[in-house]
């Protein structure tokens, strides 16, 4: 392919950029990302029991929320994305399950010791909420995207852009968590591979995940765009690290004698 068909095939993907929930299927085929050491799914389920009471903040769509198949009675979710409140009104009241508008990092609108588990993937969040709205003895499981997520492709297509999440570390998130009163279980970091397979792809990815490429433009990121080209024709793939954390925290049962019963 010459170099003006890859620029307007380019452009295109830059033009059509944008997702609904949390959907990646554009780049079906086109990127592969290795798998965590852990399944956020799976240590989920094994500490939640089908009669309590489970809250999934910045739920996206929902996807992830959906694929636990939880009661959707016993059920609550969080979401602060304008055309992601839409969705969920959509989709998850008319399942049945307790969807509120929150923004992300915010106070949540439950009432305190409301839920026996609250799950977070890839969201901001306030600890003290979470602590607040915790049954005691419950639950905080979340997976977060840590500080160095995909800095190869940053450094790549925009280098010296500042890492703009800088204390997402799993040292730095457990003593947060510590400090208001959480026992954590798990603090666990990864950095699983994840390989594009076209250069179109990375064009739509830089532009759905903005806060990681700030400003990035095919016009204006033309010449490492094609800087990026030469290593997939060289290489058959361009590659980059992501950034994973699994934290896996209960808030601790007071005791008769006032000490913590973890």
């Given at each position: 392919?010459?170099?003006?068909?890859?620029?307007?095939?380019?452009?295109?993907?830059?033009?059509i950029?944008?997702?609904?929930?949390w959907d990646?299927?554009?780049?079906?085929?086109?990127?592969?990302?290795?798998?965590?050491?852990?399944?956020?799914?799976?240590e989920?389920?094994?500490?939640?029991?089908?009669?309590?009471?489970?809250?999934?903040?910045?739920t996206?769509?929902?996807?992830?929320?959906?694929?636990?198949?939880?009661?959707?009675?016993?059920?609550?979710?969080?979401?602060?994305?304008?055309?992601?409140?839409?969705?969920?009104?959509?989709?998850?009241?008319?399942?049945?399950?307790?969807?509120?508008?929150?923004?992300?990092?915010?106070?949540?609108?439950f009432?305190?010791?409301?839920?026996?588990?609250?799950?977070?993937?890839?969201?901001?969040y306030d600890?003290?909420?979470?602590?607040r709205?915790?049954?005691?003895?419950?639950?905080?499981?979340?997976?977060?995207?840590?500080?160095?997520?995909?800095?190869?492709?940053?450094?790549?297509?925009l280098?010296?852009?500042?890492i703009?999440?800088?204390?997402?570390?799993?040292?730095?998130?457990a003593?947060?968590l510590?400090?208001?009163?959480f026992?954590?279980?798990?603090?666990?970091?990864?950095?699983?591979?994840?390989?594009?397979?076209?250069?179109?792809?990375?064009?739509?990815?830089?532009?759905?995940?903005?806060?990681e490429f700030?400003?990035?433009?095919?016009?204006?990121?033309?010449?490492r765009?094609?800087?990026?080209?030469?290593?997939?024709?060289?290489?058959?793939?361009?590659?980059?690290?992501?950034?994973?954390?699994?934290?896996?925290?209960?808030?601790?049962?007071?005791?008769?004698?006032?000490?913590?019963?973890?």
């Open positions: 392919m010459n170099e003006q068909k890859l620029i307007r095939a380019w452009l295109d993907e830059e033009q950029a944008h997702i609904c929930g990646f299927s554009h780049l079906d085929g086109r990127l592969e990302e290795e798998n965590t050491p852990w399944c956020l799914r799976d989920i389920r094994s500490r939640l029991t089908t009669d309590q009471m489970l809250l999934d903040m910045d996206g769509g929902g996807e992830f929320l959906r694929s636990l198949g939880h009661p959707p009675a016993r059920t609550a979710a969080t979401e602060g994305y304008p055309p992601n409140i839409a969705l969920c009104r959509a989709q998850l009241i008319p399942a049945g399950i307790d969807f509120h508008a929150a923004e992300s990092g915010g106070v949540l609108p009432a305190d010791a409301s839920f026996d588990m609250v799950s977070n993937r890839h969201g901001s600890a003290r909420e979470v602590f709205v915790l049954k005691p003895g419950g639950y905080f499981i979340t997976q977060q995207v840590g500080a160095e997520n995909d800095r190869e492709l940053v450094e790549l297509l280098p010296g852009t500042p703009p999440f800088s204390r997402q570390y799993a040292g730095l998130l003593e947060e510590s400090e208001i009163g026992a954590v279980e798990r603090a666990e970091e990864a950095y699983p591979e994840m390989r594009f397979r076209d250069v179109g792809a990375v064009v739509w990815f830089a532009r759905i995940i903005e806060w700030p400003s990035f433009s095919v016009q204006r990121c033309l010449d765009l094609f800087a990026a080209q030469k290593r997939m024709c060289e290489e058959g793939c361009l590659s980059t690290r992501t950034h994973r954390i699994l934290l896996i925290a209960h808030k601790g049962i007071r005791g008769g004698n006032g000490c913590e019963i973890s």
